[in-house]
């Protein structure tokens, strides 16, 4: 009976408190496979793209460790490029329908509008089946009917509602994505209340407001202190040409910060198999910070310093994940792979082709 004891209590002992996630990539490591990758799409007038999609993804896939074990991506380039090929051809010819009549012009965009949710659908299948770790694959089984209902019912819900329901459309979009995830055999589960989207939602338009009304005190003060214009005129001038600016730098702190703010929410309540947790910590205004200083170094160097914003924002976000095992993770990755959920499946009828632009 003790014995018996003593070995429950040290598989309970071998079960940690948690696995934190790491990123083991850097800048200057990723700085010539992004350059290797600008250069060639140059050369190739585009065509080098899909297996430029493929090194970067299995770059930061790679070196995103969980359990000590790296991520896989599966895609190749001749996967994507096919995904590609078929639909510039089918966009190049709704634009000869176009030319040809342009009448058509109308009816074009209703072609394109419910190929919208089926593009988003099929290539989060893609990208999860293509995805793999510790030799089980990802799936992700969510139908047609729901990402209409995700990517254009509520959106315009939403739109219709003057944004007072954007918030319930955007959680109706973030759980349809994440409740329809797989590991192997074992589904994923997310509940998320709708108060925290609002509250989300409210704290992103607080801060657009305030770097609004703080972008529009700082371009004023040269032009106040150099031609000593009314208040009223200053405004009118720094609108006019300062507006895109501010604009630009203000969707992206805010967009930032309100991703922060819904990751949190998606993740602290994703379940795996109905007994695996997980837990996302971003601070949203240090994620908004990193989004800003990102952009405006990127813009300072000419673009030089893209591969080492990319790096430091999915660092960020990669170590403020954490998965709370409730049992042996070794045991339910192996029950995963007797399951069948391995990458010896055979793929699905559009598995081959990435069909996101």
Known sequence: MNDQAE??????AAIPDMLSVS??????????????????????????????????????????KLDGHGFDYLATGGMLLK??????????????LESINPAMQGLTSFILLPLYPWVIQRSLRFNARMTVWRNVRFAWRGTYGQSVMAFLVWPLIGFVSLGLLA???IRAARLYIAENYDFGKANFAAVAGYSSFYWAMF??????????????????????????????????????YGGAPIVLIVFVITAAFFNAMARNIVVNGL??????QFHSDVSAPKFAWIAFSNLFATILTLGLLRPWAACRS??????????????????????QRQAGGTIGEEYSDLADMDVSI
């Open 167 to 169: 918030p319930v459309a």
């Open 203 to 240: 704290l992103s338009i607080l801060l657009g407001a305030a770097v609004i009304v703080i972008g529009v005190g700082v371009l004023s003060l040269p032009f106040l202190e150099s031609i000593g214009l009314a208040d009223e005129n200053v405004v009118a001038v720094v609108a006019g």
């Open 23 to 64: 990123f083991a990539g850097n800048a200057n490591d990723y700085f010539g496979i992004w350059f290797a990758n600008m250069f060639l799409n140059i050369a190739t007038l585009g065509i080098w793209s899909a297996w430029a999609k493929v090194r970067r993804v299995r770059y930061f896939y790679g070196n995103t």
């Open 271 to 276: 379940m795996l198999d109905d007994r695996h």
């Open 314 to 335: 999915w660092r960020y976000q990669a170590e403020c994940l954490t998965v709370l095992p409730a049992g042996d993770l070794s045991g339910f990755i192996d029950d």
């Open 7 to 12: 070995s429950i209590e040290d598989e309970r």
């Open 83 to 96: 995904g590609r090929l078929v639909a510039f051809a089918f966009l190049v010819g709704l634009s000869l």
